[in-house]
């Protein structure tokens, strides 16, 4: 079975710009979770969808939006980039959602300049 | 919310011997207690976790210990191998309506041969 895939895996972007990101679950899974991770907050969650409805949101402003597809794949979307936008953005998938045992893909560096 | 503390953030061992990671945790409802490994340019991958309802468990070289009481838990790997130096993650994560897990900010493991 074919892991979690998020493409690109790398972008550079000025601040300003808009970045989308992609992610394919496993096979099966209908939950997507997305988190942000750099090296001074660590791992953070951003948003979670099951069924295309989104059902957690963590404490990111409203330019961070998401969407889930009726196949399960899912895109986040930044709006107006900032520096501070820099990191590893990973997504994971479950079968049914956050509370069981989390999958993660290799993630999407994002570099804004 | 809930909030992890990991320590240390760096650990340096030489090949053979013990390492152990310790984290914290506040939220005394949290009842799932997983450990990631994130290797140089993937995501986190699991490696154990635990539930509340026990009190350790071990996988070959790899153990994690719970006490509830205290609210921390650890991770043990015996006889290190070089190919064990990565990124550590652990994480808390409770039920019902915030099952979100919390991670805390890694432990960055380096095995000298």
């Known amino acids: 079975k074919a892991g979690v895939t998020q493409t690109p895996r790398y972008l550079i972007k000025t601040r300003g710009q808009q970045v989308t990101l992609s992610c394919s679950p496993i096979s099966g899974h209908r939950s997507v979770s997305w988190y942000q991770q750099t090296p001074g907050q660590g791992l953070q969650f951003l948003f979670e969808y099951f069924s295309e409805t989104q059902r957690n949101k963590g404490n990111f402003p409203g330019r961070f939006s998401g969407r889930q597809f009726s196949n399960s794949r899912s895109e986040m979307n930044v709006s107006t980039l900032e520096l501070g936008d820099s990191a590893l953005y990973l997504c994971?998938?479950?079968?049914?959602?956050?509370?069981?045992?989390?999958?993660f893909g290799p993630g999407t560096r994002l570099l804004v300049l | 919310g809930e909030n992890v503390e990991q320590h240390p953030s760096t650990l340096s061992v030489q090949e053979g011997d013990s390492a152990v990671i310790k984290c914290t945790y506040s939220?005394?409802?949290?009842?799932?207690f997983p450990w990631y490994k994130q290797e140089l340019g993937k995501g986190p991958q699991l490696i154990i976790d635990?539930?509340?309802?026990?009190g350790e468990k071990k996988d070959q070289r790899i153990a994690v210990t719970l006490n509830k009481t205290a609210k921390h838990f650890s991770l043990h790997i015996t006889e290190t191998q070089p190919e064990d130096s990565a990124v550590y993650f652990c994480?808390?994560?409770?039920?019902?309506?915030?099952?979100?897990?919390?991670f805390g900010r890694g432990t960055s493991l380096i095995v000298h041969p």
């Open positions: 994480a808390a994560r409770g039920t019902g309506g915030s099952y979100i897990p919390t």
């Open positions: 939220d005394s409802a949290s009842n799932y």
């Open positions: 635990i539930r509340s309802n026990v």
């Open positions: 994971a998938s479950t079968q049914r959602g956050a509370q069981e045992t989390q999958y």
